[in-house]
């Protein structure tokens, strides 16, 4: 879904007005409003093999697998992402207590289909840098 730059900063914030519709999907990055719809039902079965592959393992070290959890640095903060699937170790658990991760996760998976190689992922991938994701 192309996206248009304008002069408004969204904001964590700004979420809260937006119509609440199961067919969209809104994450903020750098400022900007990116809407995009919800993925392919085969997105979603990807989501789940790999989550259960990756709970046996991380589980055993303490930690949580969560599928779409939400990033959120904070509600003025000007970046609001929902990676695929977040990996939690036990160092930043302390993340993990409210409706959205309220921090970077030590590993943010994004599934990536043909029809998603976008400015967004390029976005998401430069946040997550950003934001000391160590994947």
Known sequence: MPQT????????CDLDSLPDTPWLRYEIIDGEL?????????HSEIIVRLG????????????????????????????NVVPDIAVVLPDRLHLTTGRA???????????VSDSSRTAHV??????HAIFASEE
Do not use: C, F, M
């Open 34 to 42: 990116i809407v995009s719809t919800r993925p392919h039902l085969q």
């Open 101 to 111: 991760l309220s921090g970077t996760p030590n590993i943010a998976i994004e599934i």
């Open 52 to 79: 259960t592959l990756l709970h046996l393992v991380v589980r055993a070290y303490g930690g949580k697998v969560l599928a779409e959890p939400g990033l959120v640095w904070g509600e003025e903060a000007e970046d």
């Open 5 to 12: 730059r304008t002069a408004y900063r969204w904001r964590t």
């Open 122 to 127: 390029q976005g998401v991938r430069l946040n």
